[in-house]
């Protein structure tokens, strides 16, 4: 993780206000990397995991508030029994190995997703580790794991309906404070890696208005510079909101 003076950086520095405050990341490519190296998928998960560390890092000298991953989705659980259950154990080790860590650093680790269906033991280590780093404010780290984007607006209307919320007060404002990310803002720039162009159910309703980037680079190797690149990108697009540019230019 980073240390207390971030290190010193040859990738160019970027503007900060033009840094997104919340970027999330599809973390995909895990299983093309290890094909592409001749070697078993689970070490890409392993590979991936190792690079996690790199992007924190990264992201708190590049002056990202908030950073959410896509770690394991929905429709995840339909892959072979033996890989879910090696997803499973990455989260369960990464806890185990990583907490003290990015306690130290000032991470805020929190939960995105449905608890129901995970093993109760990795729900109470989830629980801790969002817990023990609940007063960090130097990253908030968002975990998406069992998260899906469909199941994450259900649960928000089935929330909405128990509140006894009436009808004529729920508009897209109380929605968005149901979902998981309630009390965040919406990302500001979505990154996919390993060359697909799909959101697979990720974020669908706070990626409204996001920035999209996909690169080609499997997760493994997605690298300091990598990321560099997606802000220097992120730097340069023009968010209109549904205005004019005329308007825009007018308001600055
Ligand atoms: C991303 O890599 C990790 C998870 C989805 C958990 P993949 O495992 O999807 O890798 P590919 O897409 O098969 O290469
Ligand atoms: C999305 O990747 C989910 C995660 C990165 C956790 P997938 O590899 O599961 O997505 P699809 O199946 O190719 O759409
Ligand atoms: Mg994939």
Redesign the pocket.
């Known amino acids: 993780m980073a240390a207390a003076v971030p290190e010193k950086t040859d990738t160019p520095i970027l503007e900060p206000d033009r840094v997104p405050k919340h970027v999330a990341i ?6 093309r990397w290890a094909k592409s190296h001749g070697l078993p998928r689970t070490e890409g998960h392993r590979r991936g995991t190792d690079n996690l560390r790199r992007i924190l890092e990264s992201s708190v000298e590049f002056g990202i508030e908030i950073l959410t ?5 929905t ?2 659980w339909r ?1 072979p029994p033996l890989e879910v259950r090696l ?1 499973m154990g990455i989260l369960e080790m990464v806890i185990d190995r990583e907490l003290k860590e990015l306690h130290a650093n000032g991470v805020q680790i929190r939960h995105i997703g449905e608890m129901d269906g995970i093993d109760p033991k990795l729900q109470r280590k989830i629980l801790y580790a969002c817990d023990y780093t609940k007063d960090n404010t130097r990253l908030i780290l968002n975990v ?1 794991f069992n ?1 899906g984007g469909r199941d994450e607006i259900v649960h928000a209307v089935r929330r909405i309906i128990n509140a006894g919320i009436p009808a004529d007060q729920v508009d897209a404002a109380l929605i968005g404070k149901y979902l998981y990310t309630g009390d965040l803002p919406d990302p500001d720039l979505i990154i ?1 890696t ?1 060359g ?1 162009l ?1 959101v ?3 974020l669908i309703w706070q990626g409204a208005y996001s920035e999209y980037y996909a690169t080609s680079v499997y ?1 493994p190797d997605f690298s300091k510079e990598e990321l560099h690149k997606a802000l220097v990108e992120y730097g340069h697009r023009k968010r209109r909101f549904g205005q004019t540019d005329d308007q825009l230019e007018a308001e600055e």
Not at 26 to 31: A, E, H, L, Q, W
Not at 69 to 73: G, K, L, R, T, V
């Open positions: 599809i973390m995909d490519g895990n299983g991953i896509y770690a394991f989705s429709e995840n892959r997803l998406a998260y996919r390993s697909e799909r697979s159910n990720f997760w």
